[in-house]
């Protein structure tokens, strides 16, 4: 009995409890504590709850990374269509300018149309996705600059050009043939403030842009920034001077009431730096937008004084002499056209000390000659025509040749310039034909604007027109000048060719700079010696076929200019100064079929954006330059040098390169 006993309460009576072979389970449950549990300690339920869990993570994260891929295959998708948009773009931003320089309104029309319909689809293709994707690193900071670039684009295709437009349409409605009104200033004051909003659109959108920072970016897409930045940086500069200058133009047409202008006709056969000697001077009054030709005055009626007529610089009377003030034919030995225009207005009021002068107009043959384009031939009194091919050869030439004497070819001179001007004011021409001319012979330095009244001036000074090399603002501060100066005392200069370059940029260098190149040839034809003294000059000791010339290198302000070069010898002499410019000058003389060569050398600064040498951006936007949580970064633009010159008759006004990136 105590042995069973014994038996029953070690381990056999275990074993049976324990529900193995030798037993069953009793009834108060296992005796094994692990007994139908997971080996990490959950029950069975839970197990199955955890494994279901597990296919689901699993099946989720499949999910999501099909849908990774799926969005990236759309954004990929959507980055293509963006791309195959930017260069159609591009395209039409090709034909734009080209309408633009061919001065083509309605071609100019259809590109924009063009640029609009490739911009938007550009736009379109940045969906919610795409924004999405923009945050994320490296492929973000690309998504974004395509963005930016798309984005802008389509700013100023539908709402900075369309205003544009409008007020070219508003220059063509503004002028009715065969009225004596040459615009209705109202037309033009109606659409300046839709373009003052379309040009500060392009500011905006070139300002972007701009701030984009290169490093970081793939090729293709730093290629179209680069494509696009510079593009968007004229086009803005370009709208914003149209609008300074249609923001004027009521006012200066007379729209608050009369005015009295003087033309100056400046003459290109005797050069000097604004284009050459004042030849006459003729009042035109402006009232409501209708012209009235008045009188003129020869350079024997504003003959020499004995003072200038206004205080002179010490500066000015170093580099360029008392006759600048002293004779109106001088007026344009400045290269500064505010200065020249003010020193013809005082002249004009010594001898009329009664009128009101409220501006004046520089103009040349070649600005004449774009008047005619406009008008068409013109008859004269003598029985002539008079055409746009022509007039440079009739005044600069031919008038030479008929008249022994000075005062023939200056009648002639003023019955050419009273012949245009009575045929504008009389209604020949097209608004948008005389919009052309005017706009293309004040591009070129051909035609050139002064107001008396402070405010108007102050505008002016920063267009095209203003002329204001030593004046102006900090593009002109940073431009370098060669000027061109007549010391023959003749009218040999129509026989004179100059070509100005800007060539050898050392962008790379400790100090980067450029070298100015000025190629002169001198072909004067075998009759040279036959012409009257007051076209070859007044005897001496030269050879009366040979012309002289004084060429003035100006260096930006605050720059040095270490040297001058003719025909490659470096020339010697100390610098002058003028307005803060170091100024150096050279004399050639030239004999029929010589040329001569001269290069002087500049330091590189940073070309203007629109809003500075440098662009300050943060990229931590998505339209910013590197997607989110980039560092601020300082943007610098590229190096470029902008050079001023004599707008002769075979070259502009101004000349420039710019450094690669």
Not at 19 to 43: L, M, W, Y
Not at 120 to 139: F, K, M, S
Not at 480 to 493: M, P, S
Not at 555 to 579: C, F, K, Y
Request: hydrophobic share 45%.
């Amino acid at each position: 009995m105590s042995d069973a006993g014994t038996a029953a309460t070690t381990g056999d009576a275990g074993t049976a409890g324990r529900g193995g072979p030798g037993g069953p389970v009793g009834p108060s449950g296992p005796a094994d504590p692990g007994a139908g549990t997971d080996p990490r300690g959950a029950t069975a339920p839970d197990a199955v709850r955890r494994r279901r869990r597990g296919r689901v993570v699993a099946l989720l994260v499949v999910v999501l990374v099909v849908l990774l891929l799926a969005a990236g295959a759309w954004v990929a998708r959507q980055a293509l269509t963006a791309a195959d948009a930017l260069r159609d773009a591009r395209g039409d931003v090709r034909d734009l300018q080209a309408a633009v320089e061919g001065r083509d309104v309605a071609a100019a029309r259809t590109a924009v149309d063009a640029l609009q319909a490739s911009a938007a689809r550009a736009t379109g293709a940045r969906d919610g996705v795409w924004r999405a994707a923009e945050h994320l690193p490296w492929a973000g900071r690309q998504l974004a600059a395509v963005g930016t670039v798309a984005t802008a684009l389509d700013d100023v295709a539908a709402r900075a050009l369309p205003p544009a437009l409008d007020a070219v349409d508003a220059l063509t409605q503004a002028r009715r043939p065969g009225t004596t009104r040459l615009v209705d200033p109202q037309v033009l004051a109606d659409v300046a403030p839709g373009l003052r909003a379309g040009a500060d659109v392009a500011a905006a959108a070139s300002g972007r842009v701009s701030a984009l920072a290169p490093d970081g970016l793939v090729g293709p897409v730093a290629e179209g920034v680069d494509a696009a930045a510079p593009g968007l940086a004229t086009l803005a500069a370009s709208l914003g001077s149209a609008a300074d200058v249609l923001d004027l133009l009521p006012g200066l047409l007379g729209a608050d009431g009369p005015r009295t202008y003087l033309v100056a006709s400046v003459n290109p056969a005797e050069l000097r730096a604004g284009g050459g000697i004042v030849g006459a001077v003729r009042a035109l009054g402006v009232d409501g937008g209708a012209l009235r030709v008045g009188d003129q005055l020869s350079t024997v009626d504003l003959r020499r004084t004995p003072e200038p007529v206004l205080e002179l610089t010490e500066e000015e009377v170093a580099v360029l002499g008392t006759g600048l003030g002293t004779f109106v034919q001088n007026a344009t030995a400045t290269p500064d056209f505010p200065r020249t225009a003010a020193l013809v207005a005082a002249r004009w009021q010594v001898a009329r000390p009664d009128d009101t002068v409220d501006g004046v107009v520089a103009a040349d043959p070649v600005a004449l000659a774009a008047l005619l384009e406009a008008t068409g031939p013109l008859p004269l009194p003598d029985g002539g025509t008079l055409a746009a091919a022509d007039v440079t050869r009739l005044l600069l030439r031919d008038a030479y040749r008929r008249f022994p004497d000075g005062s023939g070819s200056d009648g002639y001179f003023a019955e050419v310039t009273a012949t245009v001007l009575s045929a504008v004011a009389g209604g020949a021409g097209t608004g948008e034909d005389l919009a052309r001319a005017v706009w293309r012979a004040v591009a070129d330095g051909h035609l050139k604007v002064w107001s008396a009244d402070a405010q108007e001036q102050t505008a002016l000074v920063g267009t095209a027109a203003g002329g204001a090399f030593l004046s102006g603002g900090p593009d002109e501060r940073a431009a370098a000048g060669v000027f061109l100066e007549d010391t023959t005392g003749g009218k040999l200069d129509y026989y004179l060719r100059a070509d100005v370059s800007v060539e050898d940029l050392r962008c790379d260098a400790a100090e980067p700079t450029a070298t100015v190149r000025v190629d002169l040839a001198y072909d004067p034809g075998e009759d040279v010696a036959s012409l009257p003294p007051y076209v070859v000059g007044p005897p001496g000791d030269r050879d009366p076929t040979t012309a002289l010339l004084t060429v003035r290198a100006y260096a930006p302000v605050g720059a040095a200019l270490p040297a001058v070069e003719v025909d490659g010898a470096t020339t010697s002499g100390t610098p002058l100064t003028h307005a803060g410019r170091e100024v150096q000058a050279v004399g050639l003389s030239f004999a029929p079929g010589e040329r001569h060569t001269v290069r002087f050398f500049v330091p590189l600064a940073a070309a203007s954006t629109g809003g500075g040498p440098a662009v300050s951006s943060s990229s931590g936007g998505a339209d910013r330059a590197g997607g989110a949580g980039g560092a601020d970064e300082t943007v610098a633009a590229p190096l470029a040098l902008q050079v001023w010159s004599t707008p002769t008759l075979t070259g502009d006004r101004t000349s420039g390169a710019t450094c690669p990136g």
